[in-house]
């Protein structure tokens, strides 16, 4: 686990907090050092502020999600919903206002791990138009062309197209992708809005992924 924060007192306490709840953390002061780092040794989840000297945040987050799927959650003091919107759609999976309850933290860590270690739900391949999801192979090809996602992506899209031609809540979805009791619905959200982006013959006028008004979300059969 990397934790990216320049403030050397919040640093050290998050990782010596994660440390105590059974985790493995290692610190970076700066985006360009733990971007250094994770290229160097990769960890399995990044733990990103956003206010940091030099690249910020989300340039940061950015530039790790050009060639790395890896788990991030941002932990940031910024608490208004433009930023936190920002983040999401810069690839981040989650976000935390500071300060952070520990507990909460260490609960979301671990369910980020239990969706990787279960990355590619069962079942056959799947077609949406001209879209094809294939679980088990851990691909999504629209008309044969590989369509690269991360990995929340990924669930989520499996998730909808298990129960093709029904509509999911977004605490349904939150339940099931996220494994949150409870959560913020815009993770469910943007992350449909980015999922759009990549599937989507034209995502400003959804055919695929389509939104039921009131209700949640379908795949099309």
Same mark, same amino acid.
């Given at each position: ?17 994660? %440390?105590?709840?059974?985790? +493995? ?5 700066? &985006?360009? #050092?733990? @971007? ?5 040794? /990769? ?81 056959? %391949?799947?077609?949406?138009? +001209? ?5 088990? &192979?851990? #691909?999504? @090809? ?5 369509? /690269? ?73």
């Amino acid at each position: 686990m990397l934790v990216i924060d320049d403030d050397d007192r919040i640093r050290a306490s998050l990782v010596m907090a994660l %440390e105590d709840e059974g985790h +493995d953390p290692r610190g970076a002061a700066t &985006a360009e #050092e733990g @971007l250094t780092s994770q290229r160097r040794t /990769p960890a399995d989840v990044v733990l990103m502020d956003l206010m940091l000297p030099g690249l910020d945040g989300f340039d940061a987050i950015r530039e790790l999600r050009r060639a790395d799927d890896v788990p991030i959650v941002v932990v940031s003091a910024r608490s208004d919903t433009h930023d936190i919107v920002a983040a999401l759609e810069a690839g981040a999976d989650d976000y935390l206002v500071k300060p952070v309850q520990i507990k909460e933290l260490s609960a979301r860590l671990r369910a980020l791990r239990r969706r990787g270690r279960g990355l590619s739900p069962g079942g056959p %391949e799947i077609a949406s138009g +001209d879209l094809s999801i294939r679980p088990l &192979a851990g #691909e999504v @090809l629209r008309a044969g062309q590989a369509i /690269p996602l991360t990995r929340t992506e990924f669930r989520l899209l499996c998730e909808l197209a298990e129960h093709q031609g029904l509509v999911l809540s977004r605490q349904q979805l939150l339940h099931r992708v996220w494994d949150y009791e409870h959560g913020d619905e815009r993770l469910v959200d943007v992350h449909i809005g980015r999922l759009r982006q990549k599937i989507e013959p034209d995502p400003s006028s959804p055919s695929l992924l389509v939104t039921v008004r009131g209700l949640g979300y379908r795949l099309q059969r």
